[in-house]
């Protein structure tokens, strides 16, 4: 595909079960970032991964989220044992570089979760 | 750290109307500074940027300036359309993730 793509669209799960979410940056990407967006709430940064650098995992909340990313290709985002507050879009984006000046983001339409 | 702060909306405005949608920021360096745009149904997207103080970034009739002496970046576009129905994000950056504003809706009404 063209553009980034993130499964699924949504997800409803009980609290205290385990998530994965999927994104498929654009080939060629070096850049993947996950961001999260609360309702009435502006982009929250979780996590950067850049080429084979160690990623930058400063914005994850806690430890029952992680990230992972197989080379420039696809990430996982695993939020686990659920909690109510988790309820947002996860959004993905890709880069070409750092998402400066010269390599814009790329984003996903995102994963709608609600954890009831 | 990094910040930025927009008005909040939504904005409603009839057809042909001026826009203008507020944007500060705080940051340490010399960021780049963006908008991003999100159409119903479609992922956020770039609209403009613009990379140093005094520059102007400008696309699809929208633009922003950036100005270091009041740390804004306003966006503006004089004549809106109902196809400009969106949310509007300021975003800045540089060579570390984004960091984004709340997003403010707008609303265009024929």
């Known amino acids: 595909g063209a553009g980034v793509s993130q499964s699924p669209s949504n997800k409803v799960t009980e609290k205290g079960k385990d998530v994965e979410l999927r994104c498929d940056p654009i080939?060629?990407?070096?850049?993947l970032y996950w961001y999260r967006q609360r309702l009435g709430q502006g982009l929250e940064f979780l996590i950067y991964f850049q080429g084979n650098s160690a990623p930058d995992k400063s914005g994850l909340p806690s430890d029952r989220f992680s990230a992972e990313r197989t080379g420039e290709s696809v990430s996982t985002l695993t939020i686990q044992r659920t909690q109510q507050e988790d309820s947002a879009v996860y959004l993905c984006?890709?880069?070409?570089?750092?998402?400066?000046?010269?390599?814009?983001?790329?984003f996903g339409n995102g994963t709608r979760l609600t954890v009831t | 750290g990094n910040s930025v702060t927009q008005m909040e909306g939504p904005v409603t405005l009839s057809e042909e109307a001026f826009l203008t949608i507020n944007c500060t920021y705080t940051?340490?360096?010399?960021?780049?500074l963006f908008w991003y745009v999100q159409y119903p149904g479609e992922g956020l997207q770039l609209l403009l940027k613009?990379?140093?103080?005094?520059d102007k970034g400008s696309n699809k009739g929208f633009e922003a300036t950036y100005r270091k002496e009041t740390t804004s970046f306003h966006l503006e576009k004089g004549s809106v359309q109902v196809s400009d129905s969106a949310v509007y994000f300021c975003?800045?950056?540089?060579?570390?993730?984004?960091?984004f504003g709340k997003g403010t809706r707008l609303s265009v009404i024929a």
């Open positions: 940051a340490t360096g010399y960021p780049s």
């Open positions: 984006a890709s880069s070409l570089g750092t998402g400066g000046s010269n390599s814009p983001l790329h």
């Open positions: 975003a800045l950056g540089g060579n570390t993730p984004l960091v």
């Open positions: 080939s060629g990407h070096t850049a």
């Open positions: 613009a990379t140093k103080a005094d």
